[in-house]
């Protein structure tokens, strides 16, 4: 008799370690895959050469084919689709303006889109997987989870595998509770870019095709064929 | 050698004396001699430019200079792609190799790293001349002075999550007009390859497999068989290491020097089955007909002194000898010998020494009217006005000249054992039975209808076949590479370009712009897909002088508002920056400063400097679609199609030497009826004349098309056609001798000759062709017509 008593305590006393599964790097993983297509941002650049930050809003799709729409709203519209080979920019007439295919930019381009259409495997070809967990205040290395709390925070900080990310920043900072809430860039400058996100559970397709269809037809053609 | 006095009332004096006539031999023997030395003192000049062999006035000196000067960069390049699965592994591959070149002596320089420093250094290139740098788009900003459109786009990039360095650089470059012409240069002109820059690395990816460029220069000629050697043995070394490595690593190369190689390789295993056998060949017949030694060696003092003479003359005359001249006057041969076989053929049933001179006696005559009538044949060739076709008639005229001296003041004094075996003569009294049959003369009839069948072929059928991609021996891995390295590189076209030149730096770069803007309606129509110049770079001074005044509006309007607002750029900076534009004034771009950046570096190639006067530069050209619509836009801006330029080139020599081989034959015969009767010299000319036209016949029915060169090999079966008919003419009878002597010509020259039909080489396997089929058919046919024209007690009664 006791003994069974000893073992129902012992086992109600580890079900926490069951119930807040929240902070562990698999569900983490799980919201970093499942997030909105479509989202509001805000972003909050922090220079340090500018006395204040800048501040912009916009909106996020994340569209098939491995594109993202990430359209600036606020103060001045202009619209960006990133895709695995770079960057073709529309300005505020949604003109395409340039397309940039640069080593670099397309790395960037890699990453933003792994990050926020969820690519995981990207993610962890590119990058280096910290998890760290926690309510308020101070934020521990989940080594074991010690308490459940409904609003588990989590705190993954992704630092650069590659020589061409690594050089501009220095790690990325992705928190969150029930989902992915803000992604915070730390360049090697110092400047920092934070990202805070708001799903809206709309379907946005029709809206952003444009950037999508208008790409194909205006994109530079110079392929050539041999002689 | 008493008899020699009694040489005053010899009819034939001139064959009395023959010590004399050797001591003649000798001493021009020392002439030749004499003059070679003197030759090669001063230099041999063996020519090998096709070009050279165009006529004088037909060529443009400075687009001659131009277009070989720029085929000499373009032929110096070697592509490598280094492929594996592996990205680290093609790296340190492909690093492995450029150190491995970078090393050796025979490589100049190497391209494998873009590095950082190389893109810093064409970032702050395009920062300095930024005032005088502008693309076709901002240029229609500027004009319609939408400049807002400039203050917006760097709002724009500021915002943008990837705006890092540019917040620097807008502190001095505030509307990013240096950022904005580097983006645009980069869509529209660095060619979208499937290379990408990676990590300092130029690196394509296709299905899983990594390729890397590395791209070598040349210090030396890629037709040096030296410089073969040292880069083929450092490949060899290269691809030993990484088979022993455990990630696959290939190699895939293309450029001249591997073509010049192969076909060298090629070339020299040919040489040595083909030229050996047939050596081996024409050795054992030629000692097996007369069982000595010395016919061989006669017979090659005659060949030796021929075309020492032939080189020597047209050297001292043209002061260099064309290639095309010796490949062609090396085939003399087959006519030279025909005088020395006939030499030792006379008199085979004489056993006596004594006898000696009358073997000359008996022959000068033929020989003689046989040279005379190559000569003249020969000499229609000097009528044209092109060099190549002139140097082949002086080197044939003297190289047959100096085979027939040989024999005629040489071999008298060689004493010759007559032995020829029993079973040769008997083939030859049998062959000649055989001809002397009633039925040969209706042969004889039928085969005169054959010439008509030929120039029926020859008008309907099309079986010219002038295009110079014939000639080329290709090794099937070397064609491979070559594409593949094409699809990844996405190279220009070797063979077309436009050639532009002016009279001054800055004219040559206004004709570049206006030629490009001529480009840019074939590419709009598709007639090709892309192009690259120089202006797109470096822009002519007056179109610098008017991307200044354009930008001065900007600069000095209020523009900057946005960007003060946000304190991206204070009012003071934006003042300062205004000075340095107004200072920046003078700032232009030149050429030599171009030259000397990043990407001037990289297109150095398409500047070939100053060439005669003018200042001269290149625009290639990328997939071209429609070659026929490409034509010379103007007097400045020319055309080049180097690989149609040589076709036509061959084309013309052809159609020129297939009129006048019909000449010659006009002309030979018009020689024969000096010393026989129409008859006569019409069956003597009927020889060679069905033998031609055999030959067209056979060579079409096989499919191996007409080029230049079988169509001089016609020449050579006309000229052995008429000695075979002279020969017969001249010895009275239907003889055995002389019919040993053509015999052994004829099957000497197609051991020789021949057998080259068994090269794999397209040209060399026509000629071979075409002189195995002329030859076996003349040696065939001059039985009969030799049976034929002894033939007086047929009167013409038909």
């Known amino acids: ?227 | 050698m008493n008899s020699n006095s009694k040489k005053t009332k010899d009819k034939y004096s001139i064959f009395s004396g023959e010590r004399a006539r050797a001591f003649l031999w000798l001493v021009l023997l020392g002439v030749i001699g004499g003059l070679f030395f003197g030759q090669l003192s001063s230099g041999i000049k063996l020519e090998t430019s096709i070009l050279k062999l165009l006529p004088k006035d037909d060529s443009d000196i400075a687009t001659e200079t131009a277009f070989e000067q720029f085929a000499e960069k373009n032929m110096r390049q070697l592509i490598f792609l280094v492929q594996s699965e592996s990205e680290s592994q093609v790296k340190a591959s492909a690093s492995q190799l450029a150190e491995k070149l970078q090393r050796n002596d025979v490589i100049e320089s190497v391209s494998f790293l873009v590095s950082d420093e190389k893109q810093n250094a064409i970032a702050k290139f395009n920062f300095d001349y930024r005032y005088h740098l502008l693309s076709k788009a901002d240029q229609k900003l500027l004009l319609s002075e939408s400049f807002d459109e400039f203050s917006d786009n760097v709002i724009q990039q500021v915002y943008s999550p990837f705006s890092g360095k540019l917040l620097d650089l807008i502190k001095v470059d505030p509307l990013l007009l240096s950022y904005r012409y580097a983006t645009s240069q980069n869509s529209n002109f660095a060619k979208e390859s499937l290379l990408k820059l990676r990590d300092e690395h130029l690196i394509a990816e296709i299905d899983g497999v990594f390729y890397v460029l590395v791209t070598a220069k040349l210090s030396k000629h890629p037709f040096d068989r030296v410089v073969q050697q040292e880069i083929e043995s450092l490949l060899s070394k290269i691809n030993k290491t990484w088979d022993s490595q455990s990630d696959k690593v290939q190699l895939r190369k293309t450029g001249a020097l591997f073509y010049a190689s192969y076909a060298y390789t090629a070339a020299q295993s040919e040489i040595s089955t083909i030229g050996v056998g047939s050596l081996i060949l024409v050795i054992t017949l030629v000692v097996a007909a007369f069982l000595s030694v010395r016919p061989l060696v006669l017979v090659s003092f005659a060949i030796a002194f021929g075309i020492s003479s032939g080189f020597v003359f047209v050297h001292y005359f043209f002061e260099s000898v064309h290639l095309l001249t010796i490949v062609f006057g090396a085939s003399l041969i087959g006519v030279a010998v025909d005088y020395a076989f006939h030499y030792f053929s006379v008199g085979a049933l004489e056993k006596s020494d004594q006898e000696k001179n009358s073997r000359l006696r008996k022959i000068f005559p033929a020989i003689s009217l046989g040279l005379i009538s190559s000569v003249i044949g020969y000499l229609s060739l000097l009528t044209t006005p092109f060099p190549g076709l002139q140097q082949m008639a002086v080197f044939c005229v003297f190289g047959l000249f100096g085979a027939y001296l040989t024999v005629v003041l040489l071999f008298p004094i060689i004493r010759l054992k007559n032995s020829t075996p029993k079973f040769l003569l008997f083939l030859c009294s049998n062959i000649l039975k055989l001809a002397q049959s009633p039925r040969t003369v209706w042969l004889w009839r039928f085969l005169l209808f054959l010439p008509l069948v030929a120039l029926i072929i020859l008008f309907t059928r099309q079986v010219e076949q002038d295009d110079i991609r014939q000639f080329q021996t290709v090794d099937e891995t070397l064609k491979q590479d070559e594409a593949l390295i094409k699809k990844v590189v996405d190279a220009p076209a070797a063979n077309q370009f436009y050639l532009v030149q002016g009279e001054s730096v800055d004219s040559l770069l206004i004709h570049l712009e206006e030629t490009t803007e001529y480009l840019d309606e074939l590419v709009k129509n598709q007639v090709i897909e892309g192009y690259q110049s120089i202006s797109q770079w470096l822009p002519s001074r007056k179109t610098q002088e008017y991307n200044y005044s354009l930008y001065k509006k900007l600069i000095m309007s209020r523009v900057y508002e946005p960007l003060t607002e946000l304190n991206l750029v204070t009012q003071k900076q934006i003042h300062e920056l205004q000075q340095t534009f107004i200072e920046d004034e003078r700032k232009i771009l030149t050429a030599d400063l171009w030259l000397d950046s990043p990407i001037g570096n990289q297109l150095s190639h398409l500047w070939l400097g100053k060439i005669d006067q003018k200042y001269v530069a290149v625009v290639s050209l990328f997939g071209i679609n429609q070659l026929d619509e490409l034509k010379s836009f103007n007097e400045n801006s020319v055309f080049v199609d180097k690989v149609s330029q040589i076709s036509d080139l061959f084309s013309l020599y052809r159609h020129k030497t297939s009129q006048l081989l019909l000449i010659a034959i006009g002309l030979i015969f018009v020689i024969l009826l000096v010393r026989y009767n129409l008859r006569k010299a019409f069956i003597i000319s009927s020889a060679p004349i069905i033998a031609i036209s055999t030959t067209v016949i056979g060579l079409s029915l096989l499919g191996v098309p007409m080029n230049l060169f079988n169509t001089l090999a016609l020449f050579l079966v006309v000229g052995i056609g008429i000695d075979y008919g002279v020969f017969f003419a001249e010895s009275k009878t239907a003889n055995r001798d002389t019919l040993l002597a053509i015999l052994l010509s004829a099957f000497t020259t197609i051991f020789s000759f021949g057998l080259l039909a068994l090269s794999e080489t397209g040209a060399i396997h026509a000629f071979g062709l075409t002189m195995l089929l002329g030859i076996t058919t003349t040696f065939f046919i001059s039985p009969i017509t030799g049976h034929l024209v002894n033939d007086d007690t047929r009167k013409i009664r038909e």
């Open chain 1, 1 to 227: 008799m006791i003994r069974k008593f000893a073992l129902l305590c012992v086992g109600l006393c580890f079900t926490p370690l069951v119930l807040s599964a929240d902070c562990d790097i698999n569900s983490v993983n799980e919201k970093l895959s499942n997030q909105a297509a479509y989202s509001d941002f805000v972003q909050t650049k922090t220079i340090k050469t500018l006395s204040r930050p800048l501040v912009s809003k916009g909106q996020i799709w994340v569209g098939p084919n491995e594109e993202l729409v990430w359209q600036l709203i606020m103060p001045i519209k202009s619209t960006m689709v990133l895709h695995q080979d770079g960057v073709r920019q529309y300005n505020k007439h949604d003109e395409l303006q340039s397309e940039q295919n640069h080593a670099v930019i397309a790395e960037l381009s890699k990453v933003f889109l792994a990050l926020l259409a969820g690519n995981m495997q990207q993610l962890q070809s590119m990058l280096s997987f910290q998890l760290f967990c926690g309510g308020n205040g101070e934020l521990q290395k989940a080594k074991s989870v010690t308490d459940a709390s409904e609003n588990s925070t989590w705190k993954l900080v992704l630092k650069p595998k590659t020589k061409n990310i690594s050089e501009l920043m220095t790690e990325i900072v992705v928190s969150g509770a029930s989902r992915v809430e803000t992604i915070r860039f730390t360049e090697t400058r110092g400047d920092s870019t934070e990202i805070h996100l708001t799903p809206k559970h709309i379907d946005a397709s029709k809206i952003f095709d444009k950037y999508f269809v208008q790409a194909n037809s205006s994109s530079v053609n110079t392929s050539a064929s041999k002689e």
